[in-house]
């Protein structure tokens, strides 16, 4: 004690002050350094983990959409080490938790488990663009999926008889090939088939050229609103969902694509010598507007959180 | 020589500055060091992040951004939901070395996100 409160000039030693001063200073930054490179560790794993439960939330939503059940293995998805909760197809929801333990570096105290969750949702598609068709929900009929059908554009009878117009077919009001349409809207018609080789360009060979065969969504309209207010061909008509059709071929005026199809359209007498090929698929989308619209078998699915 | 020692041996002037001499280089690189190391786990969890826009751009067929590459096959348009897209962001350290200590932290940061086509 007699040092310390002795304060007499001559006797001030402040020699390993610096030192002292640097052991602890150098303490608190090794700590503050270690803590830092930790925490950064930790945010990157966590950054990772969120990346790989919103990339495994929309496979599962994908498969829940398509199939009604979670059935492809998820493991690409995610990174090394992380683990996840059991997908499950709730009612147009679901929820995936990515897990990864994440041990200090530098500490040697365990930061514990980084946990974070994603949840996408699915439904019918509500908006979105598509080639400038539409069809009748009759004629639509929802064969099975997978089924090969031919589709005659100019059909001068309708085949099914349920729909006012021609083979049921309408051509939309639009030069591009790209049309928004909303789901329980109403869009305007074009009567006549002068530009149906246009539209037919624009289902199969859009620009930039996609090969066939191609998915293209195509809207349909709902027959008994059309024959109520007589929309023979200007419409306007009520758009009741999408269907999603791979068009495989086409045949007109001598064009043709699939080589089944022949240069002319097998039933060109009866049905019109504008037909396309293919079939209805299911289909899923994240391009449109999730929201009520009957289901044709396209769905959206999006990230909800 | 040792008389001119000997004159000086209770003189502690400059003992101080003589410490903070020694101690200096250390600390700087400890403080060069921690920002270093918190500048590059910052990037590579921007580079983490980039790579998870870009394969969601990628698996909606939207313009990737930049500093994004697609790893392998792209998806269609429209999206084959059979399928699937990695895309890989790359991001260049700029800083990377502490002073008088070999330079070990990598010239690049390389992240890839695989996502589902169309999901």
Redesign the interface.
Known sequence: MRRLNDTKPDDR???G???IF?IL??TA??V??AL??DV??Y??AA??A??SA??TV??V??DCA?NGAPIADYA??RKAGQTITTPACGSGESTITVTKTVDGLLLAQSAGDVDRSAT?RWGTLSRANTVPLVIADCEFRAPATGTIVTLYLDDPKPQSGCSSLPGGFSQLDKSECSVPISANGTVAGVPGVGGLQNKILCLTNPPPA?ALP????IPIYSTSACKAIDCKGKGPYLILGFA?LEVSGYSFNGNVYDGSLGKKCPDEKDRGKYCIRGKYVE?????GTPGPSTDYGVTQ?YLYS | MSRILKSHRHD?RG??AL??VL?MP??LM??I??VV??N???L??QT??L??DG??AA??SRPLPADTMVVGAACA???D?TK?VTVQATKTVSLRSIPFLPTVLPDKIT?T????C??
């Open positions: 030693d402040d020699s002050v610096a030192t640097v200073a150098m930054m090794l503050g350094a830092a490179i950064g560790g945010v990157a950054r990772s969120q990346n919103d990339a929309l496979a939503a994908t398509l690409r998805y996408a996609a191609r998915t293209v969504l999603a289909w899923v989308s994240s391009l699915v | 502690d003992v101080v410490e903070v101690v250390i600390l400890l403080i060091g921690t190391l918190g590059f786990l910052n590579k969890t983490t992040g790579a998870r394969a969601r698996s909606i348009n429209p999206s939901p699937f992240e996100v695989t996502m589902r169309g999901g």
